[in-house]
């Protein structure tokens, strides 16, 4: 793609005009531009076309409060009432023109979508992404089934990724200080700059840039540290987990990564990890987990060792709540432990043990059972924020335990940088502080809001006489840079990757960039001279260079490029495992032992990344932000979590204001007391209260970096609480933890039950499944559904459901679902068609927590249907329960008469003033809906009306497994499937007929077409619990 | 006027007519608050009334404006307030109906001199109601017409499955009927306007919508066989209506609402529910309007009674509910009745409603609090609280708290739809007022036979004794 001049005139001249697009506008890889004249649709709107550049977007889309009134919606509102006395008064939608395509781009048949292979990386490490795009406008987001850590899924933030694509606060302007400049002006200005440092060897230049696999980028440091030797290049990320790489040189004597399989795994221990829904391998790892967890004597078992609960944490089989400052010790004790028993592979590590610790000795010793009983067939993983030394002990551990090669295996770094905690940012900021520093490029994610405390990066930065920073929003970072490059969005770029095997992928655009960004690669180039070949060239030019070139069976650069980004990857780039790794028992037995000594005192505080906006740079998308986080079920903020026990300690509630006292700084934010949190301990979710990124993430929350310092980035003791008085006002979606909050005898919605009853077929556990499920007495003659092609059901595993979340915001992505805002939320008027109910059993300090995802469940004698006086909701013959939007007039009856509760009523117009550029995301296939209309889960009726045309057209059936529903794609466990329960070898038919399926309020007679599959607990049978 | 009349025979029943009157008597003394202008009183009432009303021409728009999302319905709340308010208004249209009919047909002598009154409100009550249904629902441009089986040419039909639908039918019914019954017995006394006012205007206004009456024998006859009919008409309306209404609970799955008591259950707390607000007004209205003697304490002892009987049925639907929840040994029925009603957070609410539809009418069963002014207003105000809150149970309570935990949610309005309550009890006000300004409050024509009746009873009684 041509990055000119031109070019970026035009889109700027888009940008500004912020036009509904009529059409394709936009190929991948092609270039195009705005061929159709501007539609306009209102005088208002008109006038907007030919005012000032950059005012369409003073007041953007949705900055006005929901409930203000604006002198527009006054006017509106007095013609209301106007209207009110004058009824009868015609009304007739304005005339409205589209162009169709004069010239047809040759692959688009218009109405039908084309999928396009790319590539994304969180941490550095890429996932691949299969994205679906309608006559060039991504719509969705989808896992590429061939990339070896996606395999077809999503993680919430993947998912999330067409938002921020199309999101109206993005930065747009290129800029230096307030003025706004062009790419070449940037250039030139670099130019000149680079001119001067290279007569010092580049010694006051510095690279600030997030953790990167990027094999070009690696090549451009390369070049440019050729041209200014002296130059610098600093990686830093707020959430980087350094433990793992440091504890491989203690372990190890050097460092590196471990990269872990769960296929083999019988028993996992967890110490701090929340595998499933963190870190670059958590959707394979879900994957792999959860296809152990079918009941069988196979069934694996997983114990998890936390302190605040995780969705890995709600999935363990036996769950131990810990400070995290504590792991180290019992790890030790586990040593010794374990040592004793014979394990003598451990050496030196052995003889650790350090004492006893405020845990379970039963638990301890019943642990160490399963893990000797399992050698070879376990596995010990360690979490982000642990510190080396536990890291270094997990190692130890897995290869006493022969886990080496079978449930994990180390390779070397593949990052350009093996760390990137707060230790090289720190050198960064005492050469800044020294007055060493002339030029310094961020291309890192915010580091004036991320990084420690304690650096005062804020104030430092100022300092620096020329700081370049590259961002897609005008963040905190933007607001003290001399320089302003917005970047391109992922969907907008090219770029490569690796995954945490070392696999490559290309990332290619779908879409020009909608506001002129620009890539990472294009600003280091500019520093050797490259910066106006745009990207798409420099990553040829360095793939064709590269001597070897992988998989390339004809020597044609240009079809193995072709078949690289078509499918993906790049074969044959795996790192593959280093072979002839030993643990160092001796030195890591010395090293470990005064890091295991150190204790402190004083209340926990511990920071953690967020399962919806992680870092804080998914603070701006609304999907996210209105997601129930997966524990506690808040939306739009953070909270301090803190236990049960703790807060009755304190006199505190959920709601009451506190304020942290650490290490002399000080912090005011909202409690949550949260079941299953360790005592004596709160625990910050980072990544809100950002001060300055659009309007929807401005504001919500607290910001926990505010006490984040260098020496203890993830946990340390010594915080101390006290009560303000004042309350705050969460926005929760499930009000009621218990399956029975208020002692009715009730049965449980969400069934769970030990493995051993599951296998004994004569349980009581199959005589309670038995009664809920199969035919009923009914009145009535329930119809035959027998006769047609297709009868649709769905089947949920809650056996497999970690509660992700990556099902609702993969259906809200696909059904064009609005959000409502915190205060919406707060009023109960969500608007997700499908939910995740979260129960809690048990005490509330050791609760078993067990997920329920619930969309609409097709009742075959739906009570929404004989309720709705317009026939606006109807069964089909395939048996969906059909929702007619243009025929509800919103009585909300069927809402009322749904004993799901999963119909969703739009109360006020959520639609009507989203952006022009967020309307170019919009899922063509789906109708948008209006004000005081109800909707609801579909099964996805878009997507069967797609397989049926692709099918009828090929003159044969759908076939199971062809067609999937959002959720069902998006969902890393797959737990969820959907297919013809007319076909008895379908995967859904069989999933119906299995001993642990049920009906979710089956003593109603509703006949859902949705079965549950109940959940399997699998407890070390010298734990189990007499119940 | 608050102790009863104790020169009165104890045995004999209180008088229907107070005083020696003629039939110029009667016509003076029931048509001069027509015919006089409006007093200092009656402006300030009216200016109170209106600016209520405005309230409620503010909430209408700022609903249609904003949508439902002005109000504080969510999921699971869909019905909050305008479903409350709209079952509560309908409730209190019922008085006036059965007044009006059943009494008429029953024979009933002491309806006389109510009915008018009764009856207006009916149909005031029933269009304050109407306003819910229709802005209640999201899209009202729609539902104003798309629930009329209307030959349209999407050839679709309502869903006659619906009880909605079965909702507009009855009322819509009920508001003509009750319309015309309230129309066609005014018609004498409009023609006795025409006769009495000096304005020319008003004479011609009020000759208008007299229709010509002459008051010929044969208009008489005639007269008295529509009134009849339509009093036949009315009576299973009286039923009808609140049984309907009833079915848009009754027919669902909700717990709280699955129940077969409902329709009985919801006309006794109708008729109670429209006693007591024909009381609430009744009582001021007949000392500052001077019926005194027409709206006698024997009236109101016998609405009182109703009042007493009807509760206790209400009362009876109550223990009822909770027996069948019991017995049915359905969690969820036991659930919503034994824990949520008594123990929820809605349960002030419906301590509230026990205590005033239980407790508050027991107090009739004695002769010196059933006739005492002061007790009976009182009362009178606290049963229409109590009705109030019984909806909002029923409406409220019920859905918050279904099946699924997850799905729980609490409720609270917002000042849009206390404005709009306000506001209906404003438009009420209004056109309640307007009703004692322009048209007599009392059946004239009715109370002139009635005394003539009573006349030839006494002569026929007398003539016996001697």
């Known amino acids: ?835 995740i109910d979260r129960y809690f059993s048990g005490p509330v300090d050791e609760p078993e927590m067990i997920n329920q995802p619930l969309g609409c469940v097709h009742c075959e004698t739906a009570p929404c249907e004989y309720v709705c006086p317009v026939n606006a909701t109807v069964h089909s013959d395939e048996g969906l329960n059909e929702m007619i939007y243009n025929r509800c007039i919103g009585t909300r009856y069927c809402s009322n008469n749904c004993p799901y509760k999963v119909r969703r009523f739009n109360f006020l117009d959520y639609t009507g003033d989203i952006s022009a550029a967020r309307e170019l995301g919009m899922n063509p296939e789906v109708t948008v809906r209006s004000r005081g209309v109800m909707e609801k889960c579909t099964y996805c009726v878009q997507r069967i009306e797609r397989a049926r045309i692709a099918t009828r057209i090929e003159g044969r059936t759908i076939a199971d497994g062809e067609l999937q529903t959002a959720c069902q794609q998006g969902c890393p466990t797959q737990a969820i499937v959907f297919g013809s329960l007319n076909d008895p070898n379908s995967k859904v038919s069989q999933l119906h007929a299995d001993t642990r399926r049920y009906d979710l309020l089956h003593e109603l007679g509703t006949r859902p077409r949705t079965a549950y599959l109940a959940r399997v607990r699998n407890p070390n049978p010298e734990l189990a619990k007499v119940d | 006027m608050a102790a009863p009349n104790l020169s009165h025979d104890p045995l004999e029943p209180l008088p229907l007519i107070e005083g020696t009157h003629t039939d110029q008597t009667i016509n003076d003394s029931l048509l001069t608050h027509v015919l006089r202008g409006a007093g200092k009183g009656w402006w300030m009432l009216f200016g109170c009334a209106l600016s209520m009303l405005g309230l409620l021409v503010i909430a209408i728009s700022w609903t249609l404006y904003k949508g439902i999302g002005a109000w504080g319905n969510n999921i699971p709340v869909g019905w909050a307030f305008g479903i409350i308010n709209f079952v509560w208004w309908i409730g209190i249209g019922h008085a006036g109906t059965l007044i009006s009919a059943i009494l008429l047909l029953f024979q009933q002598k002491w309806r006389t001199s109510i009915n008018r009154f009764a009856e207006a409100m009916t149909l005031f009550a029933v269009i304050c109601a109407l306003l819910f249904p229709l802005l209640h629902t999201g899209r009202p441009w729609f539902a104003a017409y798309w629930l009329m089986p209307y030959p349209s040419v999407q050839r679709i039909w309502p869903q006659f499955k619906s009880p909605l639908t079965w909702d507009v039918f009855a009322v819509s019914t009920y508001f003509t009927i009750s319309l015309l019954f309230w129309f066609l017995g005014l018609v004498p006394d409009l023609a006795a306007l025409r006769e009495t006012t000096k304005s020319k205007t008003k004479r011609f206004i009020y000759g208008l919508f007299a229709m010509g009456w002459r008051g010929s024998g044969r208009h008489w006859a005639e007269y008295k066989w529509a009134y009849l009919l339509l009093a036949g008409l009315s009576t299973p309306l009286v039923l009808s209506v609140h049984t309907i209404v009833s079915f848009d609970f009754a027919t669902s799955v909700i717990p709280g609402w699955h129940t077969t008591i409902f329709p009985p259950y919801f006309v006794a707390g109708a008729v109670f529910s429209g006693f007591a607000m024909v009381m609430t007004w009744m009582i001021p209205a007949r000392h500052f309007l001077g019926l005194k003697h027409v709206v006698t304490m024997k009236h109101l002892e016998n609405m009182n009674k109703i009042m007493l009987v009807t509760g206790m049925m209400v009362g009876y639907g109550y223990v009822m509910e909770h027996f069948i929840a019991w017995y049915s040994g359905n969690p969820y029925e036991m659930g919503q009745f034994f824990l949520t009603r008594w123990h929820g957070p809605m349960r002030w609410i419906f301590r509230t409603m026990v205590f005033c539809n239980i407790v508050v009418p027991q107090m009739f069963w004695s002769k010196r609090l059933r006739t005492s002014i002061p007790v009976m207003w009182v009362a009178a105000i606290l049963i229409n609280i109590g009705m109030w809150c019984e909806r909002f149970n029923i409406v409220v309570t019920s859905l918050h708290r279904d099946f699924l935990p997850s799905s729980w949610k609490d409720y609270s309005p917002t000042w849009v739809d206390l404005s709009l309550f306000i506001g209906t009890i404003g438009l009420f006000s209004t056109l309640f007022l307007l009703f004692l300004k322009f048209v007599p409050a009392v059946a004239v024509t009715e109370v002139k036979e009635l005394r003539h009746e009573l006349a030839e009873h006494d002569a026929v009684a007398g003539e016996t004794h001697a």
Not at chain 1, 35 to 40: E, N, Y
Not at chain 1, 162 to 168: A, K, S, V
Not at chain 1, 263 to 279: E, K, N, R, T
């Open chain 1, 1 to 835: 793609m041509s990055c000119d001049d031109n070019h970026e005139a035009r889109a700027n001249d888009r940008a500004r005009r912020s036009l509904p697009m009529v059409g394709a506008e936009n190929v991948a890889g092609a270039e195009t531009g705005l061929t159709s004249r501007p539609l306009w649709r209102s005088i208002e709107e008109r006038s907007l076309l030919g005012a000032v550049p950059g005012a369409a977007n003073e007041f953007p889309g949705g900055a006005s409060e929901m409930d203000g009134v604006s002198r527009r919606g006054f006017m509106q509102l007095l013609g209301v009432s106007t209207a009110i006395a004058t009824v009868g008064a015609a009304c007739r939608k304005p005339n409205e023109k589209i162009i169709p395509f004069v010239r047809r781009p040759e692959e688009i048949t218009p109405g039908n979508a084309l999928h396009f292979a790319t590539a994304y990386a969180l941490e550095g490490y890429t996932s691949g992404l299969l994205v679906e795009s309608h006559e060039g406008r991504p719509t969705k987001i989808e896992g590429n089934p061939a990339h070896p850590e996606t395999i077809g899924a999503t993680t919430v933030t993947e998912q999330a990724l067409i938002l921020g694509l199309y999101d109206d606060d993005r930065a747009k302007q290129l800029r230096r200080g307030g003025d706004a400049i062009g790419w070449q002006t940037f250039l030139a200005d670099v130019k000149a700059r680079g001119g001067k440092l290279t007569e010092k060897g580049g010694s006051g230049l510095r690279f600030l840039t997030g953790p990167t696999t990027s094999p070009l980028l690696a090549d451009l440091r390369r070049r440019i540290l050729e041209r200014f030797p002296q130059a610098k290049f600093v990686s830093y990320a707020a959430v980087a987990g350094d433990g793992a790489v440091e504890g491989s040189k203690m372990a190890f004597g050097r460092p590196l990564v471990p990269r872990h399989h769960l296929a083999p795994a019988a028993v996992i221990l967890s110490l701090d990890s929340d595998f499933m829904a963190d870190g670059p391998e958590q959707t394979r790892l879900s994957r792999e987990f959860s296809a152990r967890r079918e009941p069988s004597r196979d069934m694996n078992r997983l114990y998890v060792i936390e302190p605040a609960l995780t969705i890995t944490g709600g999935m363990a089989d036996h769950r131990l709540r810990l400070r995290g400052s504590d792991v180290g010790a019992l790890l030790g004790s586990l040593c010794a432990m374990l040592s004793g028993r014979g394990l003598s592979a451990l050496g030196p590590v052995g003889s650790l043990g350090h004492g006893q610790g405020s845990w379970d000795p039963k638990w301890l010793v019943a642990l160490c059972g399963d893990l000797e009983r399992n050698r070879g067939r376990s596995l010990v993983i360690a979490g982000r924020r642990q510190p080396p030394v536990v890291h270094a002990l997990a190692a130890a551990l897995n290869v006493a335990l022969g886990n080496l090669g079978s449930t994990v295996e180390y390779g070397v770094p593949i990052t350009t940088d093996a760390t990137s905690g707060a230790a090289a940012l720190g050198a960064l900021a005492e050469d800044i502080a020294a007055g060493s520093v002339d030029t310094l490029v961020v291309t890192g994610e915010n580091p004036v809001y991320a990084a420690p405390v304690d650096y005062k990066l804020a104030q430092l930065l100022k300092r620096v006489p020329n700081v370049i920073y590259h961002g897609l929003y005008e963040d905190e970072t933007a607001a003290i840079c001399n320089y302003f490059v917005p970047a391109a969005h992922v969907l907008e770029s090219w770029g490569d990757g690796r995954a945490t095997d070392g696999i490559v992928s290309i990332s290619q655009p779908l879409i020009a960039p909608l506001w002129g960004g620009r890539t990472e690669a294009e600003v280091l180039a500019a520093f050797v001279g490259d910066g106006d070949l745009g990207t798409h060239e420099l990553l040829r030019r360095y793939w064709r260079g590269m001597a070897k070139l992988p998989g390339n069976p004809v020597g044609s650069f240009d079809n193995v490029w072709e078949r690289w980004l078509a499918d993906g990857i790049v074969p044959d780039t795996g790192a593959g495992a280093e072979a002839g790794v030993a643990i160092n028992g001796q030195a890591l037995a010395q090293a470990a032992a005064p890091l295991l000594a150190r204790t402190g005192s004083g209340m926990e505080i511990a920071f953690a990344t967020d399962p919806k906006v992680f870092d804080g740079r998914f603070a701006n998308n609304a999907w996210l932000q209105e997601l129930a986080h997966p524990i506690t079920k808040l939306t739009w903020d953070n909270a301090l979590l803190i236990s049960d026990a703790t807060a009755k300690g304190l006199d505190l509630e959920t709601g009451d204001i506190v304020e942290v006292t650490y290490r002399d700084r000080t912090l005011e934010a909202p409690a949550m007391i949260v079941p299953g949190h360790v005592d004596d301990a709160i625990t910050l979710p980072l990544g809100y209260g950002r001060t300055a990124t659009g309007h929807v993430g401005r504001g919500v929350g607290f910001n926990a970096n505010a006490l984040r310092t260098s020496e203890a980035p993830w946990f340390d003791r010594g915080a101390a609480l006290s009560k303000t008085g004042k309350r705050f006002k969460f926005a929760i979606t499930q009000d009621h933890w218990t399956m029975s909050p208020d002692g009715r005898d009730s049965p449980p919605p969400a069934v769970s039950a030990p493995l051993a009853e599951v296998l004994n077929p004569g349980s009581m556990f199959h005589e309670e499944l038995e009664e809920r499920r199969g035919p009923q007495a009914v009145i009535h003659q329930p119809v035959d559904y027998s006769g047609q092609a297709y009868k649709w059901g769905m089947s949920v595993d809650l056996n497999k459901c970690t509660g992700c979340n990556a099902c609702v915001v993969a259906c809200q992505s696909e059904n064009n679902i609005a959000s409502v805002g915190k205060d919406g939320v707060g009023r109960g008027r969500e608007m997700q068609w499908i939910r």
